[in-house]
């Protein structure tokens, strides 16, 4: 069982709207990251944070922005969906230290429309 | 530009079959290892990992996999698989010099009974 959590798990919405992925984890992690996911493509890093007051933008350009406030919290915000943000959003988290791998949420599958 | 290539984008199987994923990646320096799995429905979960030492690692599930540093490759194995190992499998590389993990395009395994 993950002890990270993100909601909603689906999320319907229309074009121009603002809404935010929220991204919660409960292991003390400093380090989170955002990624997104299309079928059959390669996992793409859009954010993270390697702690509060800390987000850099990943590798992949992303229109959405984070925030991360408390250490336990890294939601993501976009100000106004378009149909080109359909996709699955993956948060995870790490500790501090190179040898781990990540913990995932379960993601949130986002459709606009 | 650092990469990952699973040269397998669907592999279908039955029961009882033997079990080889194929990962490359690009990168010159010292890497860390992982493999991941995503059943269908499930988050990401960490399968097993390569840091040092023995280049043949064993995860959960039976699986194992062997770093062979001069091909630049991390391939999966299963001796037998099982209509349980149903799901998305995904290789992904951390240079040391860096906290982010690089995801191949993942490779979906259909084991029928």
């Known amino acids: 069982e993950a002890d990270i959590y993100q909601t909603p798990r689906y999320l319907v919405i229309g074009t121009g709207k603002k809404i935010t992925l929220e991204c919660s984890q409960t292991m003390g992690h400093d380090k989170m990251y955002w990624y997104q996911q299309d079928p059959g493509m390669e996992l793409h890093l859009i954010h993270y944070?390697?702690?509060?007051?800390?987000?850099e933008k990943g590798d992949l350009s992303s229109e959405s922005t984070v925030s991360r406030i408390r250490t336990e919290h890294f939601p993501l915000t976009l100000e106004s969906a378009r149909p080109s943000h359909t996709s699955q959003y993956l948060c995870?988290?790490?500790?501090?230290?190179?040898?781990?791998?990540?913990?995932f949420g379960s993601g949130t599958r986002l459709t606009v429309v | 530009a650092q990469s990952v290539s699973q040269h397998n984008h669907h592999v279908i199987l039955s029961e009882a079959a033997s079990l080889e994923l194929g990962c490359n990646y690009s990168y010159g320096g010292t890497v860390n290892l992982f493999w991941y799995v995503q059943y269908p429905g499930q988050h990401l979960q960490l399968l097993l990992k390569?840091?040092?030492?023995?280049?043949l690692v064993k995860g959960i599930k039976g699986f194992e996999a062997e770093f062979i540093k001069s091909k630049f490759s991390f391939n999966l194995r299963k001796p037998s698989v099982q209509w349980s190992d149903t799901a998305e499998y995904f290789c992904?590389?951390?240079?040391?010099?860096?906290?982010?993990?690089?995801f191949g395009t993942g490779t979906r395994l259909q084991v029928f009974p």
């Open positions: 944070s390697y702690g509060v007051n800390s987000t």
């Open positions: 992904a590389v951390k240079p040391l010099n860096t906290d982010k993990l690089i």
């Open positions: 995870a988290s790490s500790p501090t230290g190179s040898n781990y791998g990540y913990t």
């Open positions: 390569y840091f040092s030492g023995d280049p």
